[in-house]
């Protein structure tokens, strides 16, 4: 279950680097709200992949559900509640307002990923397997 495979590092590197351009120099109405969140997804997928070894579908559905509690986080005020919204890193991480579009583009990004996962088969081979 547990294994380092480093095939998919530079896509999250990559991806890192997209999201924190978009998150510091885009101010748009669709690249930084939806583009950005299709990608941190396929960014939760990549770097989960680095580490656990489960099927594409049960990696996808995880990735979409990291984005889901963002934004239930959202949904709840916590941001607000714990002081998020004054910190500028973390109100780019975890946002500030809930949107049902937003859990759209969550499953976009789930999609997306399982796609080239299951398409290329790169992300998913191994470098070192462990079993815990």
């Not at 990549?46 to 559905?61: D, E, H, S, T, W």
């Not at 049902?100 to 789930?110: F, I, T």
């Amino acid at each position: 279950m547990f294994h380092l495979n480093w095939r998919p590092l530079p896509a999250v590197l990559g991806i890192l680097a997209v999201e924190i351009f978009i998150g510091a120099c885009v101010r748009d109405a669709w690249v930084r709200p939806y583009a950005g969140d299709v990608l941190a997804v396929v960014l939760v997928y990549a770097g989960l992949r680095m580490v656990v070894a489960v099927p594409a579908p049960a990696l996808a559905a995880v990735s979409f559900l990291v984005g889901a509690v963002v934004e239930a986080v959202q949904y709840l005020g916590l941001p607000e509640i714990l002081g998020f919204a004054r910190h500028p890193l973390l109100s780019v991480v975890v946002g500030a307002t809930f949107g049902w579009e937003d859990l759209v583009a969550y499953a976009a990004g789930a999609l997306i990923a399982w796609l080239i996962d299951a398409k290329t088969r790169w992300w998913s081979k191994p470098s070192v397997t462990r079993n815990a």
